[in-house]
């Protein structure tokens, strides 16, 4: 097979399968929407379940994101097969694991949301997370704060986990500025740059 | 040809503009609430003036939209599955008089108890009620269902059921539209009669019910949502109903599965292809969201036939949704289990919100308690069913919408003086008021605080249909207006409230104590959108 076919084949068969993790209140869902515009631009099919109703109230919440070029069947990602958790808080980061494949990368913000009176010591939840093969651990609040907002968080970690989604960046900037349009150039720019430094971040730190 | 990135409930909510709907009636309950929502922010809806409000119950919305399908118009009505046992009386009883405009029931059960008391399977109300049930398998098929469901409703005259479960109610995937049909136009039914049940009308409607159930299975057999998929390995044979087809098809990509399958997507359940697999195979696995009712009923009692295989035999479990996972275990399938989760983390449960007005409430509650013994406070569903946790620990029961009273009144008869009964604004409107019609009867020694955020708040914060109309509501029941008290529940009336709060506890009579103050959630939500 020439380089070219096999590259082809590649990209044929795109597929990735995200767990979104959070709080209730944390605006996971904020992600899965600069995602989705991002693979419905790129002619991608998309499946995602989310959570609503009771655990919103604070609780713990998630949202499965599967894209892929193929056709999709189940809304739920199989057990022992993501290919990314993408996690807006540590705790919540490692309540998922049983999802995420072998070759599965955990892309998760710092900064522990403490909203019960028996969260773990968070030196003991970091290291839980660095004994995983493949991590990403970024200050997302302190980035968000460096580049305007702590609003701008999310998109700081959606710039981290953008290396390990199989689509291209730029289609990812374009959903950011499909969502954030209505809010002016300025909320618009300092998104985009959000992104960018969580990008460079995991770059460096892959 | 546009594709649309819905969750099944707005697949269902556009299916029903799509297909002509006059009225949506509902009452809101996860997972079936964001239908509603959808129609009432759609723009067409707007223009066409679809009727978009909430009901007061599940019981109301359903007679509601029978009312408009007698006038000839396509109705729809959604609940929760816990919803239609409150309009079971009135579902069941509109499967005898028929429809005239196309009448659809949404209703959306909860496997795994998310948000809910339980997870009963709304499929054997459908059953119970002996008319056809759709239960999509896709995003796209809920919104064929719900545009398409209208005629089938007027073809086989009865209301038509459309069982969605979680997952397919908030998990979003591409949808295509179809063409925009036009409303129906008013019409009066064609029998004067058929609505009225009385006895020698009842059986005769009833005839005309059992006789339709062969149209009913035909056009099962013949429907699109259901089919037959050839396999070569015949020793085993599947029935997957619903959303559990994609469960297997994840492990079968592009038409890779070995085994004959019989996708069921409408019910009365289609029998051809159901004995053709049966002939064809050694073994059947019954693949189903929801209690095994499709297994119990291919097994039958002395289970001697082709042997069936489920939630009854322990091949899949008894309770609980379903999942990829357990349907490829079912299949003996090996697959990589993941990583365990590690100890330190810490369960993260819901909790009432920072400043929420029914934290007060229980705060003095709890200290005007201190002097009797524990377990006296009945309590209902909405947000303040949190303060059964720590560090509340205030309510004993939550049970249905309404039981708080009712129960109160019970266990004051049986001489648990006093007794309590806590409860939110919507679900006073809901199932409140009879209850407390019974209290005011028979002057029973109970307290009712109605906790009222002027919002349905467990929910999302809809409007609740008892806004401004409580202490009317309670005066017009007969509570005596020198016992119906309101407070603003905020730390600064404590003392105010635990002095009403004891003064009533020992009121021998009905007492209702009203804090009030608006949804911390709703409050914001609200400025937010008036910006
Ligand atoms: C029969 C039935 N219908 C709907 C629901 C869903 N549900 C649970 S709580 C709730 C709203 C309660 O509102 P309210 O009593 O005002 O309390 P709040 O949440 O606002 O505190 C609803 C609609 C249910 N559990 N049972
Ligand atoms: S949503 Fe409203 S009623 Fe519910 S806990 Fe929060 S503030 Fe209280």
């Known amino acids: 097979m020439t380089k070219l076919n096999l590259e082809l084949l590649i990209k044929l068969n795109m597929k990735s399968d995200i767990i979104l993790a959070g709080v209730g209140g944390q605006g996971i869902l904020s992600i899965a929407t600069a995602l989705g515009e991002a693979a419905l631009a790129d002619g991608l099919l998309i499946k995602q379940a989310e959570t609503h109703g009771m655990s919103q109230r604070g609780g713990a919440v998630y949202s499965h994101m599967r894209i892929s070029d193929q056709p999709i069947s189940s809304d739920l990602i199989p057990g022992g097969s993501a290919d990314l958790i993408l996690s807006v808080e540590p705790m919540e980061s490692l309540r998922y694991l049983p999802y995420l494949s072998e070759t599965g990368y955990l892309v998760t913000n710092i900064t522990p949301f403490v909203n019960i009176p028996n969260y773990p010591d968070i030196e003991l939840v970091l290291a839980e997370i660095r004994k995983l093969p493949r991590f990403i651990a970024i200050d997302a609040d302190s980035i968000a704060k460096e580049v305007g907002s702590s609003r701008a968080s999310n998109m700081v970690m959606l710039g981290a986990a953008s290396p390990f989604i199989d689509i291209e960046f730029s289609k990812i900037e374009n959903g950011i500025r499909t969502i954030f349009e209505r809010k002016g150039e300025a909320v618009v720019n300092m998104n985009l740059e959000a992104l960018r430094r969580g990008r460079a971040f995991a770059e460096e730190n892959r | ?531």
């Open chain 2, 1 to 531: 040809m546009q594709k649309h990135l819905f969750l099944g409930v707005e697949a269902i909510g556009q299916g029903a503009i799509d297909g002509g709907m006059s009225g949506v009636y509902a009452y809101p309950g996860t997972p079936s609430t964001e239908i509603t929502e959808f129609i009432q922010d759609h723009p067409l809806a707007e223009e066409r003036n679809i009727h978009r409000k909430w009901s007061a119950n599940e019981k109301t919305a359903f007679e509601t939209a029978l009312g408009m399908s007698y006038a000839g118009k396509r109705a729809m009505s959604c609940m929760k599955h816990v919803g239609l046992n409150v309009a079971a009386d009135a579902f069941v009883n509109a499967a005898m008089t028929g429809v005239n405009g196309g009448l659809i029931l949404t209703v959306a059960d909860d496997p795994s108890m998310h948000s809910s008391q339980n997870e009963q399977d709304s499929r054997f109300y459908g059953k119970f009620a002996m008319v056809p049930i759709l239960e999509p398998s896709s995003q796209q098929e809920a919104y064929d269902m719900a545009r398409e469901g209208f005629a089938l409703s007027e073809l086989t005259k009865v209301p038509v059921m459309l069982r969605i479960t979680t997952r397919m109610a908030h998990s979003r995937a591409g949808v295509v539209c179809s063409e925009v049909l036009d409303e129906n136009k008013l019409s009066m039914p064609a029998d004067p009669r058929q609505f009225i049940l009385l006895p020698a009308i009842a059986r005769r409607k009833y005839k005309e019910l059992l006789q339709s159930q062969d149209l009913f299975l035909k056009l099962s057999e013949e429907s699109k949502y259901n089919r037959y998929e050839e396999g070569e390995d015949t020793s085993l044979g599947i029935v997957a109903c619903g959303i559990a087809y994609n469960y297997l098809m994840e492990h079968y990509p592009n038409g890779t599965c070995p085994f004959p399958v019989v996708k069921i997507s409408q019910y009365p359940l289609p029998e051809k292809l159901i004995k053709r697999l049966n002939h064809e195979c050694d073994e059947l696995l019954i693949l189903e969201e929801g209690a095994p009712m499709v297994e119990e009923s291919l097994k039958g009692f002395f289970a001697n036939g082709t042997p069936v295989k489920g939630r009854l035999d322990g091949t899949l479990p008894r309770d609980g949704e379903l999942n990829p996972d357990l349907i490829a275990k079912a299949l003996g399938k090996e697959f990589f289990k993941g990583y365990e989760i590690p100890e330190v983390v810490a369960n993260r449960p819901p909790a009432l919100c920072q400043g929420c007005g029914h934290q007060d409430a229980y705060v003095a509650m709890n200290e005007a308690l201190a002097d009797y013994t524990k377990g006296r406070v009945f309590s209902d569903i909405g947000c303040y069913t949190l303060g059964a946790l720590p560090p509340y620990e205030t309510i004993y029961s939550c049970v249905d919408m309404g039981a708080s009273i009712t129960m109160a009144k019970g266990a004051a008869d049986a001489g648990l003086i006093p007794a309590v009964a806590m409860i939110g604004d919507s679900t006073f409107a809901h199932s409140g008021i009879t209850g407390l019609l019974d209290a005011v009867n028979e002057k029973s020694s109970i307290t009712i605080v109605i906790s009222d955020n002027e919002s349905v708040s467990m929910t999302g914060g809809q409007d609740s249909s008892a806004l401004g109309k409580i202490e009317s509501i309670c005066i017009g029941v007969g509570v005596d207006p020198a016992h119906i008290h309101t407070i603003v529940p905020l730390r600064k009336n404590h003392e105010e409230m635990v002095r009403l709060f004891r003064e009533e506890f020992a009121y021998e009579g009905v007492s209702v104590i009203i804090p009030r103050r608006e949804c911390i959630q709703r409050a914001s939500s609200r400025k937010r959108n008036q910006k």
